[in-house]
DNA sequence: GAGTTTGAAACT
DNA sequence: CAGTTTCAAACTC
């Protein structure tokens, strides 16, 4: 093992020395390069550019950096890839690889006794590296000479990034594909490194580099001081960068904690504690800067650290794990993990899942019991439900995602009204979980459909305010940031249930056995306040509606998936709830909307409260919340998608610098977005189709179509670029889940902007990695994606679907 | 409450 | 995949 790792080290190592940053650096002078700053033509470049430019021009690609390390960094989570991608960039994103590395290292290990490794580490880089952090992050000017050091190496690191940025974005999905063996290989060299003792010093130097990076990054971004970038560096660098040391920390600390504690107990502890350093740290970043930008930085960085988190807190756990009692089982493991990621995302979630399969008692649960409840819980339903797929199965359905989201409160005022209607059970086919998670969870959720369609814009809303609030509690940022309004939270909840109360159908002839059936398609039973006819919809023939149900979900497999999908994850930064608004979701297909113009319950999305997409086939669409063309919501109302459309083309241009702007001024942006502002939307729309077709699963469409669609639906719509537009103007920021995908959408669609109007363009379904997507945070998107596809084709768009490029 | 309009769902 | 029919909600009166 030891040579192996050693020569493997030696590979990494090489790599970066060989890597064109490092030629760089030595070429550079470590002095902040740099920072040129960011201009926008850079983005141009970026989005040409190659990588080979990058490297070539540091310069450049300082400007990008900051942009694009933050983007990176909110990509981070799931960038692994990026890491990968290029190795020189891996710094940060190494440094939590190795983390990783060493926490899977660990289990086994800890059986041939390598558990040791962890601890060395942990020591090892506490005292060297992480300490340099802090210091970085507390004392920047102290640092700087450091950093200084540092930073040129950074340097060169950066500015491939943003080549790797593109790539990635328009790869994403391939690259996520890869970026499992890639990861294997970065891990086992990281692990190597780390096993070895050097790794303490790589580690040092990796984090040092992370920050470095990052700061220099933020500095970049925001000025050209580079001093001040140590102070200005991003509270989201820093936290990532915190939480990358940390994890060496957390891992100690975890250990420690955990030995005491033992088991399950000491998972809680070590998430919680962990928490709370990362919260300190935060409160340090915060400290030190607190730009405005910060606000947004941070929640980016929340969502970074949360992913990151999720890794360490893998880690931890099985560290934890195997101190305890070495539970060890990886089923144990992987238990860990999704609670983890459940509390990452929010507590809510889990209790929603709860009630879905517990039903409404569940839902019931005190607060209290909830995190052990939860916990426990988890591992059995969700088994399935793995966080990521959960989100998925939030995106899918939004229902499922209104349920989940609002947590414990809303649920349990929502079961009730539900309860009065059975939900559909799957459960007995039950394969379901997937199913569940996908588009039956609403069956199982007393939630209604309804409640989703007319709510669901509300209750993402919500839910991505919990789950910012939950993240942003974690960081302990929370409380700057959270602005969630429990009081809206309920406000809506309550309507969702009035909604859903005063559901019923008035079916005829369908039998209330066809989707035309409001109950039988929301996966709830007929029940009394319906008038329908010759119902079928009943508990009664439960089987002639399983039956029914299967085969409507083998021709449609999302045929009872929540139409309106909203772009889950993305959390309104700070308490902006405005970017909670319905506007953030988008139908999965879309209206074909002729003469309500979009303006009236005949339309879905209209009656969805979110705005028209690429999607929808609508003519003279007016949607309040938002045309199709692109414009938000709020600008709807002027209609003109062409308008916008030829903004778009014209922005192209304009849209990189706001891209780039994006980074910092999401942050302000927040957008004070009515319900229309898209800006929060997803545009997602789904595909729907993931090919075109159905996916032949029906009700197994579940978590992994489930998660596609809803990764895809992000992508999809290549429209989206059409709105980047106004996007630019109007909302700089979008969620980084989104964003990513946008991204990607864009460069591999290479938008098409040119027709607004066309209706639909496909996106392209990709399934980039769905866990990711939810995942975290929100990225600034980089809307200087530029409207002409012609980046594409540097990009990969092979990834994603050809068709979207065009 | 009846009739009309509308667009999704279902069918061919 | 496109066109048509069926259906029930949304809307109007």
Redesign the pocket.
């Known amino acids: 093992m030891d040579t192996p790792e050693k020569y493997q080290i030696a590979t990494p190592i090489s790599k970066y020395e060989d890597s064109p940053v490092f030629n760089y650096i030595n070429s550079l002078s470590p002095i902040k390069p740099v920072k040129s700053i960011p201009t926008d033509q850079t983005f141009s470049s970026l989005s040409f550019a190659s990588p080979s430019s990058v490297f070539t021009s540091p310069h450049i690609n300082p400007q990008r950096e900051s942009r694009f390390l933050r983007r990176q960094q909110f990509t981070d989570p799931s960038k692994p890839e990026f890491s990968r991608r290029d190795n020189d960039e891996n710094t940060s994103e190494g440094v939590l690889d190795a983390v990783h590395q060493l926490d899977y290292l660990d289990p086994g290990s800890s059986d041939t006794g390598i558990t040791i490794d962890p601890s060395n580490k942990d020591p090892k880089s506490d005292a060297g590296l992480p300490q340099s952090l802090k210091y970085d992050c507390t004392s920047p000017e102290d640092n700087r000479i450091p950093h200084n050091d540092i930073e040129t190496e950074t340097m060169p690191e950066v500015a491939i990034r943003p080549a790797s940025h593109v790539h990635f974005v328009q790869g994403v999905s391939k690259e996520r594909r890869q970026s499992f063996e890639i990861e294997t290989e970065l891990r086992g060299i990281c692990q190597i490194g780390e096993s070895k003792e050097a790794a303490g010093c790589d580690w040092g130097k990796l984090i040092s580099d992370d920050t470095d990076q990052l700061i220099f990054d933020s500095s970049i971004s925001k000025e050209h001081s580079e001093v001040q970038d140590h102070k200005t560096v991003d509270p989201g660098t820093y936290s990532f960068i915190a939480t990358v040391l940390q994890l060496p920390h957390d891992e100690i600390d975890d250990l420690q904690k955990s030995q005491s504690m033992g088991s399950v107990d000491s998972y809680e502890q070590c998430e919680t504690e962990e928490t709370v350093t990362k919260s300190r740290d935060v409160g340090e970043i915060k400290e030190t800067d607190q730009t405005p930008a910060v606000p947004s930085s941070t929640l980016l960085d929340k969502l970074v650290v949360s992913d990151s988190r999720a890794e360490v807190d893998d880690k931890k756990g099985k560290k934890c794990m195997q101190s305890s009692c070495k539970l060890g089982s990886q089923q144990q493991l992987s238990i860990r993990r999704r609670c983890l990621l459940y509390e990452m995302t929010g507590a809510h979630k889990k209790k929603l899942i709860y009630n879905s399969d517990s039903g409404s008692s569940a839902s019931s649960q005190s607060d209290g019991k909830v995190s052990s409840d939860e916990k426990q819980f988890m591992p059995f339903k969700p088994g399935n439900i793995h966080p990521s797929s959960m989100l998925a199965g939030i995106g899918l359905h939004l229902n499922a995602l209104a349920t989940t989201a609002e947590d414990g409160n809303k649920v349990v005022k929502h079961e009730p009204l539900a309860s009065e209607r059975k939900p559909i059970s799957m459960s007995r086919s039950i394969p379901s979980l997937n199913s569940m998670s996908l588009g039956q969870t609403p069956l199982n959720k007393s939630l209604t459909p309804d409640l989703l369609e007319r709510d669901l814009v509300r209750f993402d809303s919500e839910v991505q305010a919990t789950e910012d609030a939950s993240q942003t509690s974690e960081f302990g940022v929370s409380e700057e940031f959270n602005h969630g309004s429990p009081k809206r939270k309920r406000r809506r909840s309550e309507q969702a249930a009035e909604n859903e109360a005063c559901k019923?159908?008035?079916?005829?002839?369908?039998?209330?056995l066809?989707?035309?059936?409001?109950?039988f398609?929301a996966g709830l039973y007929c029940v009394e306040p319906?008038s329908?006819q010759d119902c079928f919809n009943k508990p009664v023939h439960e089987d002639t509606v399983l039956q029914t149900r299967k085969q409507?979900e083998s021709?449609?497999p999302l045929?009872f998936a929540p139409?309106v999908i909203r772009s889950s994850d993305y959390v309104p930064e700070f308490g902006d709830e405005s970017n909670k608004t319905p506007a953030s979701a988008r139908h999965k297909?879309?209206?074909?909307?002729?003469?309500?113009?979009?303006l009236?319950?005949?339309?879905?999305?209209?009656?969805g409260g979110v705005g028209c997409s690429i999607s929808?086939?609508?003519e003279g669409c007016k949607n309040t919340f938002g045309r199709k063309d692109g414009t938000e919501e709020a600008e709807l109302d002027e209609e003109e998608t062409e308008e916008t459309c030829d903004k778009n083309s014209l922005d192209t241009s304009s849209q990189y610098d706001v891209v780039l702007r994006g980074e910092e001024e999401h942050s302000d942006l927040v957008p004070p977005v009515t319900p229309s502002s898209e800006i929060s939307r997803p545009l997602v729309q789904l595909p729907f189709?993931l090919g075109?077709?159905k996916p032949p699963q029906s009700s197994l469409l579940s978590v992994g179509s489930s998660s596609q669609m809803y990764t895809s639906q992000k992508f999809g719509p290549s429209g989206f670029i059409c709105r980047l537009p106004k996007f630019e103007k109007h909302l700089e920021m979008i969620p980084e889940d989104e964003t990513p995908e946008i991204l990607q959408g864009t460069l591999a669609g290479g938008v098409k902007s040119t027709s607004p109007n066309s209706k639909r363009v496909s996106p392209p379904h990709h399934k980039i990695g769905s866990t990711r997507a939810w995942r975290s945070g929100r990225k600034l998107i980089l809307r200087s994606i530029p409207s002409f596809p012609s980046l594409n084709p540097c990009q990969e768009s092979s990834d994603r679907s050809p068709g979207k490029t065009q």
């Open positions: 019923r159908c008035n079916c005829k002839k369908s039998k209330c066809k989707l035309y059936c409001e109950c398609a319906c329908c409507i021709r449609n045929a139409k297909r879309g209206c074909n909307c002729k003469k309500s113009s979009c009236k319950k005949y339309c879905e999305c209209f009656q929808c086939r609508c189709t075109g077709g």
